[in-house]
């Protein structure tokens, strides 16, 4: 009896059930999981920022597509175009939502599935870089997302539109209030995206200023300065000998940049040692330090590419390190851990043994490191690319075998044994510039760190190879300014460069791609001469 009473008079059973426009429809996708992603965020903000929804995907994007894509991800993805990838993942994610918005009228069961999926997804892609509790912020967006999406839906079931024929003025009423009742719901979710992403972004900026504060400490005075540095080329638009701190490279996977507090940090080493030992700190920057120039490059530097730069490095020597722990026969690696992203990296200890300036390092340009560039310490090993010595964010150093540990890039199929190659530069003129007439000077960089260069040629169209003007030389572990003057004539002329290091090894023609161990060939440019 009750029940027949309680059931809406007129409108039910026939036809379908009203909904909203498309429009509307695929915005109420769209902004629930707006709402959803920008909660997790906020939750991640509090924790582990890289746990935040979007931002686990991504990073789960960088470790999985090198196999099947390994250039290209690279490329793309593990170097400085972290905001294309996190646009992606936020495209995709997009229109998702926005297609699930579509059908959630319909199909209400399904729409609410695919939102918790998306959950799904992000606890998924946290927990392959990190420990369980990484999952709690995809799994809160998870169920706010399908929350939001129950609540824009419920909003205007009961006759958003008047079905074909039915009296107007009767249901004019009721339509009015639910669609007002779902315009505010729209907004609350809306609100609910925009405060809770908005709250996130502001609790990393406090974080920031946060570890910028403790940075300003300062770092010891080293033990061995550095020599002083070559005059080196002086032309508008060169390239500087020692790289501003700001403008140095960066590349990693992490696609937050860690903050990690110095005061709870500490770098353990161990392995095939008689004593391993933890140091905090403090320990770290009580021993010994040198500070040394050295020009650092990344694997994946195209012809012609930006990956490389130079800096003025303060840190602790590998060899003291090597006699502290009391290093064992039979070690041929040492495995560096990062305290982020589960990155690890191989070195062959005969690098670090030699007597070559390989360190762990604290301070560049004599400021400690900034936090993209490793903070609070990181290893470097002058004439070895950055992925198989250079690890930021440095919290372990292994003495091992090659035959017991595997590093990060060597399981997606990069070359293990990875020696700087030799490669020169043209930075003046830019490509397609024009050659002043009153200083005619072609000019750049070529470098070969722990080999050091012997030469560099230049060739202008199809001539002969001129040996170029080599600037004051820093030492091998550093790249080498050149300059060469044109007189040919005026026009479109291309140029071409390549350099000898000083083993007597000339910079081959053919090119290679940066998989797996480096590019070669010669960089090129076009430029008009005045
Ligand atoms: N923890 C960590 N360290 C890392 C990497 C990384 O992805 N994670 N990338 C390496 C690579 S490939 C290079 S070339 C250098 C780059 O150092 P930079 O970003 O300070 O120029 O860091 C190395 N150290
Ligand atoms: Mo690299």
Redesign the pocket.
């Known amino acids: 009896m009750t029940t027949t009473l309680e059931r809406p008079p007129a409108a039910a059973p026939e036809g379908p059930p009203a909904q909203p426009r498309p429009a509307l429809r695929a915005l109420s996708g769209v902004l629930a999981a707006g709402a959803a992603v920008g909660v997790g965020h906020l939750v991640a903000a509090l924790t582990d920022p890289v746990t935040s929804p979007v931002l686990a995907v991504g990073s789960a994007l960088i470790d999985a597509a090198p196999t099947p894509a390994k250039e290209f991800a690279v490329r793309t993805f ?1 170097t400085a175009d972290k905001p294309i990838l996190v646009g992606s993942v936020g495209v995709v994610l997009l229109v998702f939502a926005a297609v699930v918005g579509l059908v959630a009228w319909r199909r209400p069961r399904t729409a609410a599935v695919a939102i918790g999926l998306l959950g799904v997804a992000g606890a998924a892609a946290a927990l392959t870089r990190g420990p369980l509790t990484d999952v709690v912020p995809s799994v809160v967006a998870g169920v706010v997302g399908v929350l939001a999406l129950q609540l824009l839906r419920t909003r205007t079931l009961p006759g958003a539109g008047p079905a074909a024929g039915s009296p107007a003025s009767a249901t004019d009423a009721a339509v009015g209030r639910s669609r007002r009742g779902f315009l505010l719901a729209l907004g609350g979710t809306a609100a609910v995206a925009a405060l809770a992403g908005g709250g996130g972004f502001v609790v990393g900026k406090v974080r920031d200023a946060g570890s910028a504060a403790r940075r300003a400490l300062g770092l010891p005075a080293p033990a061995s300065a550095a020599a002083p540095l070559p005059a080196g080329v002086q032309l508008p638009g060169m390239t500087p000998f020692t790289t501003p701190a700001d403008a ?7 696609l937050v940049t ?1 903050r990690i507090d110095a005061s709870s940090w500490s770098l353990t080493v161990d392995g095939m040692v008689d004593r391993p030992v933890t140091l905090s700190y403090d320990d770290l920057l009580a021993l010994p330090m040198i500070e040394r120039d050295i020009t ?5 530097n195209e012809v012609g590419g930006s ?1 490389v ?1 130079t800096g003025r490095w303060l840190g602790v020597p590998f060899s003291a390190i090597i006699e502290r722990v009391g290093v064992q026969a039979g070690v041929d690696q040492v495995y560096s851990y ?4 589960g ?1 690890t ?1 191989s070195t062959p200890f005969q690098a670090v043994s030699d007597g070559r300036d390989a360190m762990v390092v604290v301070g560049l340009n004599g400021q400690p490191l900034a936090d ?3 903070y609070p310490a ?2 470097l090993v002058p004439g070895l ?3 198989v ?6 919290e372990r150093i292994e003495f091992t075998t090659y035959a017991k540990r595997t590093a ?2 060597t399981e997606r199929d990069w070359a293990t044994d990875a020696p700087v190659l030799t490669q020169s530069r043209i930075d003046v003129p830019k490509s397609l510039a024009t050659l002043a007439k009153d200083k005619p000077v072609i000019a750049g960089v070529a470098w070969a760190q722990h080999r050091g260069i012997a030469k560099v040629e230049i060739r202008i169209d199809d001539g002969d190879w001129q040996e170029t003007t080599l600037a004051d030389d820093g030492g091998i572990d550093l790249w080498r300014q050149w300059s060469f003057r044109y007189d040919g004539p005026a026009g479109l002329h291309s140029a071409q460069v390549r350099a000898t290091d000083l083993d007597g090894e000339t910079q081959p023609e053919e090119r290679t791609k940066v998989f797996p161990d480096g590019a070669r060939g010669w960089h090129q440019i076009q430029f008009t001469a005045e």
């Open positions: 593990g140095f490279y960066r590349v990693d996977i992490s860690p650092l490059t990344c694997v994946s990956y730069s990062s305290a982020d992203s990155y990296c993209e560039r490793g990181r290893m690319f950055g992925f010595s250079a690890t930021k964010w440095l990060y890039w």
